[in-house]
């Protein structure tokens, strides 16, 4: 019976399986070694779909249930509910929980070529903030999901601890690191102790001086890019007769994932049509409810990411609105993307030095900044972050897949090789 190491995150999941004396991140999506944590229950096919597929189900407009970020309900009253799934039937949320890690296990089943019943889960240094008991709650809820799919031998490491491992193996001597992980919803920040002799131990709680957090990650800049390119061709911040802003509400909620569908629902279609002599450049109404009649929206919200991503790195990309309108596309370059994200690479890098400060260390004494998470890929952002840390020294590690790297070395030194 061999073994696996699952990273079941709030954004993107892996799973990592022995290979000989190395360890490999087995394929979870196709030939993909990482998948978004989303499930969806497909009620007009009678079928499930995870990852990307069931993001691109939902967007086709099929019906069902989408669940999304499943791990951050862990641990409040929420987890023991159960939600309806659309076709008149209902699921416990620990049940989807269970559903996810077992396509996990699974997904490291096939790629091992052998049953497994032992795994290391990583886990953060809290499930819900200030309140112990509810911390333990959501450990004890994810544990008894992974036995309900057949993991009998449970171990937790910290995803912070996890994720400086690979760092911590080429250490000489005792330092501090920061791990920043930077994902789509949240950024978090631990100060961990690390060094070749910390490497042996075990338990490595003590080993985190300090973590923080902030809800402000990938999904808020993409919002922000989407805001001052995409929907200001269809009116957002432009003035009536009157000379006020017109209404802003349906324009956050086309530039918010999960809340882009209701903007399809009658009600507020009507009350678009209404708003029509609002609209001092009518083709800003036009291309609005032509979004909304052909429901855009998600491919907008996808157009703006790819943008992102596109000038992450510096350069500049085209934003192609042919699907709105022919001929319609915006430039747009890497000083556009600073300038939209400036709040929010403000309250990451705070979050930083907040966590710093908190374990009464000086930014000085940072011996390394350790960046993962798929938004630590915006060179402005890790530039800011080095920037408020110069004597640490900036470390890459792979951005979607260095936790479920790190919890598979973690796994090898409890159970060995396989």
Known sequence: MTYCAIDFGTSNSAVAVPDGAALRLAPVEGAYTTLPTAVFFNTDENSRDYGRAALEAYI????????????????????????????????????????????????????????????????????????????????????????SVGLKEIHFQYEPIAAAFDYESHLTQEGLVLVADIGGGTSDFSLVRVGPERVKRVERKDDVLAHHGVHVAGTDFDRRVELVTILRELGYQTLDPEGREIPNRIYFDLATWHLINTVYAPKRVSELVLMRHLFTQTRHHDRLMRVVDRRLGHALAAHAEEAKIGVAAGGETIIDLELVEEDLRLAFDE???????????????????????????????????????????????????????????????????????GLGIHARRIFGQA
């Open 60 to 147: 086709d407009g099929f019906d069902g249930r989408l669940m999304r970020s499943m791990k951050s309900i862990l641990g409040s009253p929420l987890a023991e509910n159960s939600t309806d799934l659309g076709d008149g039937s209902a699921i416990k949320y620990t049940d989807v929980i269970a559903i996810f890690v077992e396509h996990l296990k699974r997904s490291a089943e096939a790629s091992a070529g052998a049953s497994i019943s032992r795994a290391v889960l990583g886990r953060p240094v809290f499930f819900v903030d200030d309140d112990p008991r509810a911390d333990q709650l959501a450990q004890q809820q994810l544990e008894a999901a992974a036995r």
């Open 335 to 405: 000083a556009q993307l600073i300038k939209a994200g400036h709040d929010e690479t403000l309250r990451i890098v705070q979050a930083a030095r907040d966590t710093v400060q908190a374990a009464g260390v000086a930014p000085r004494d940072v011996g390394a900044i350790y960046f993962t998470g798929g938004s630590t890929g915006l060179a402005f952002l890790s530039g800011a972050l080095s920037a408020a840390f110069p004597d640490a020294r900036p470390v890459f590690g792979d951005r979607l897949a260095s936790v479920a790297t």
